[in-house]
Structure formats: structure tokens, C-alpha cells
């Protein structure tokens, strides 16, 4: 991995499916621009190349075969290319760089979702990561019926979609324990709320903690 230094601002958002956090990643990126401020929008699995490669892999639904350790090991792949080629030269670029989903995607569809042991995902992500973690996040929360649904509406069928609602439960639970495990880094958003609303909401959160 190239220079590990680090001068620009790393924000993840996070969430289950159809919270509307793409919508707002971009909300906020508009809006940091407008101010001047150079930014990176980005987003896993894709953001390169080769990971737009691994990302179809990723998601079509008729790879039902995929083995849970190919899931993982195929996400991991992304995020170091991800990194490498994208995000680290941004962000010693001096870039705000705010990507749709990184690693704790990874902890609470593969960890918590799939039932893979959380400490052999967290020694994949050193190797993908080098440890490397965004200083800020913001965790769009909504109850799965209705995230789910808010899918559908728009006809977005991928392969980890199809997967039951208990799946997703987990995975919204998995989000909720990070949250509070790490509560500096990761902020709560409601995302059942009207989208100006949420664009709001995460405004304030940034700003409060980076004063823009
Ligand atoms: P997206 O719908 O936000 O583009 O994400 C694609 C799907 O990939 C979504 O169902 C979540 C899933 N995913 C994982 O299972 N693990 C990961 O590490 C990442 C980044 C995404």
C-alpha cells in the first residue's frame, strides 16, 4: 500500500438497502462543493475499474452458487483496490472523500448476516485495509419491511437482496451494535423521514463535527 499519511476527511455512509443513502451521498457532496471544498464521491463494491468488474460478479443474481467465503474474499478484493488506486490518493490529495459503504458493510452482511466469524473478517480487512477506517460515519437507519419495499418500488434486484428478511434483520442489528460500539465515529440518521429532512440531518452531523 502507498503513503498511509492521511490530509483530507474520510466519511463512510452505511446502511441496509433502500435507505436513500446514495441519494444523500450525494445531497452532501453538492453541497460540499458548492462551498469550495474538493470532494470525492465513491462507492463499494465498484469505484474502480476492476471493481465495477467484481462488483458485477458480486450481485447478479443468478450467481446463487457463491460460496459465503468467495462473498467475502470478493468484497475484501474491492476494497483494497479501492483504496489503493482511489481513495488514499484522494485523500492525500487533500480531498473529502465520502464513500457509499465501506468495511462495515462487510462486518454486518458477511459478520452478522451471513454468520461468518467476525475475527476472520477483521484479520481479511487488515490485509484489504491496512487498518485504515473512515473517521466519520453516518449509519442511515430504517426498519427492513420498509427499505426493502422502497426497493422494489424502484425495480433494484440484487443477489444479496434476494435474501430473506431475517438476513436483513441481522444486518440492520449488526449496524445498530457497531454504532454503539463506536459512537464518536458513527452517527445515527432516521432514515424513514422525508428525504429534505434526512439531507438536513446529515448536514448538521457533518458539520458540527468537521465545521465547514
Ligand atoms: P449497494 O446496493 O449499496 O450498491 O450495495 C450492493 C450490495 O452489496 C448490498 O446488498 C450490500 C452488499 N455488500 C456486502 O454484502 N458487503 C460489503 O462489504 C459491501 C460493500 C456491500
Known amino acids: 500500500m502507498k503513503s498511509r499519511l492521511q490530509k483530507g476527511i474520510f466519511i463512510s455512509f ?3 438497502e433502500g435507505t436513500g443513502k446514495t441519494t444523500q451521498a450525494k445531497f452532501l457532496s453538492e453541497r460540499l462543493m458548492d462551498k469550495g471544498y474538493d470532494v470525492f464521491l465513491t462507492q463499494e463494491p465498484g469505484g474502480t475499474g ?3 468488474k467484481i462488483r458485477e460478479i458480486l ?6 452458487e457463491m460460496s459465503h467465503v468467495t462473498e ?3 468484497y475484501n478484493a474491492d476494497r483494497s483496490q479501492h483504496l489503493t488506486e482511489k481513495i488514499l490518493p484522494a485523500l492525500n490529495a487533500g480531498k473529502i ?3 457509499d459503504r465501506f468495511a462495515d458493510s462487510t462486518i454486518v452482511y458477511q459478520g452478522y448476516g451471513r454468520g461468518i466469524d467476525l475475527s476472520l473478517i477483521m484479520s481479511l480487512d487488515n490485509i484489504a485495509t491496512g487498518g485504515i477506517k ?3 460515519t453516518i449509519l442511515f437507519d430504517l426498519d427492513v419491511e420498509t427499505g426493502l419495499m422502497r426497493n422494489k418500488g424502484v425495480n433494484k434486484v440484487d443477489r444479496l437482496e434476494l435474501e430473506d428478511i431475517e438476513f436483513h434483520r441481522k444486518v440492520r442489528d449488526g449496524y445498530l451494535k457497531i454504532a454503539k460500539m463506536e459512537p464518536e465515529r458513527v452517527k445515527i440518521v432516521d432514515a424513514s423521514k422525508p428525504s429534505e429532512y434526512v439531507r438536513d440531518a446529515v448536514w448538521k452531523i457533518v458539520n458540527s463535527r468537521f465545521q465547514l
Open 14 to 16: 452505511e446502511g441496509i
Open 50 to 52: 476492476i471493481g465495477n
Open 59 to 64: 450481485l447478479l443474481p443468478e450467481h446463487r
Open 72 to 74: 467475502l474474499l470478493l
Open 97 to 99: 472523500v465520502i464513500t
Open 134 to 136: 473512515p473517521q466519520f
